[in-house]
């Protein structure tokens, strides 16, 4: 299944966005999953996942500020970003997990202007 993100871009630092990753049915309501992201020389980190059944995680700096949804009628993902700081500048990858393997899209970049 191709995942395909959007929503990313250019954003004053305090100000917000709304990623979208399109998949499919099928894939949003077997597998868990999430978005991750990656800022300029450092790894890949998790920023938050949903279960089939709902059920959300989020990494410490998401944590009141991001929320994961799912639209299935639609069968998007979305990543409610709020309070961006010029620290949440980077890509931010769609992902699924089988439990084998880890599906990722190309990204979409997000960039905070302090």
């Known amino acids: 299944v191709q995942l395909v993100e959007s929503g990313g871009g250019l954003v004053q630092t305090g100000g917000s966005l709304n990623l979208a990753c399109v998949a499919d049915?099928?894939?949003?309501?077997?597998?868990?999953m999430g978005w991750s992201r990656q800022r300029p020389g450092k790894q890949r980190e998790m920023v938050a996942s949903?279960?089939?059944?709902?059920?959300?995680t989020y990494a410490d700096f998401a944590k009141g500020r991001f929320v994961i949804y799912r639209d299935n009628d639609k069968a998007i993902l979305h990543l409610q970003m709020n309070r961006l700081g010029p620290e949440d500048t980077a890509m931010y990858y769609c992902?699924?997990?089988?439990?084998?393997?880890?599906?990722w899209g190309e990204g979409t970049q997000v960039t905070v202007s302090s």
């Open positions: 049915a099928n894939t949003l309501g077997r597998y868990v």
């Open positions: 949903i279960t089939p059944g709902s059920r959300t």
């Open positions: 992902y699924y997990n089988t439990g084998i393997d880890n599906y």
